[in-house]
């Protein structure tokens, strides 16, 4: 991981070998995967880390 953001209810790391957002973390109100695809960042460039991997497929974002 190349670096992490840390906020007020949210985690983000990158990793630029798969070239996707993981949230860790995410206690916000409007969810911050919400926000990345109205900020125009693909579903599919997000993955939930904070969901089980047997739940990510089912989200329409990344799986891993």
């Known amino acids: 991981v190349v670096g992490a953001l840390v906020a007020d209810g949210w985690t983000v790391t990158d990793d630029p070998l798969q070239d996707k957002i993981w949230i860790q973390r995410d206690g916000t109100i409007r969810p ?7 900020a125009g960042v693909p579903k599919e460039d997000t993955v939930l880390g904070h969901k089980p991997p047997g739940i990510r497929p089912h989200t329409g974002y990344a799986v891993g």
């Open 32 to 38: 911050l995967a919400e926000e990345l695809v109205a």
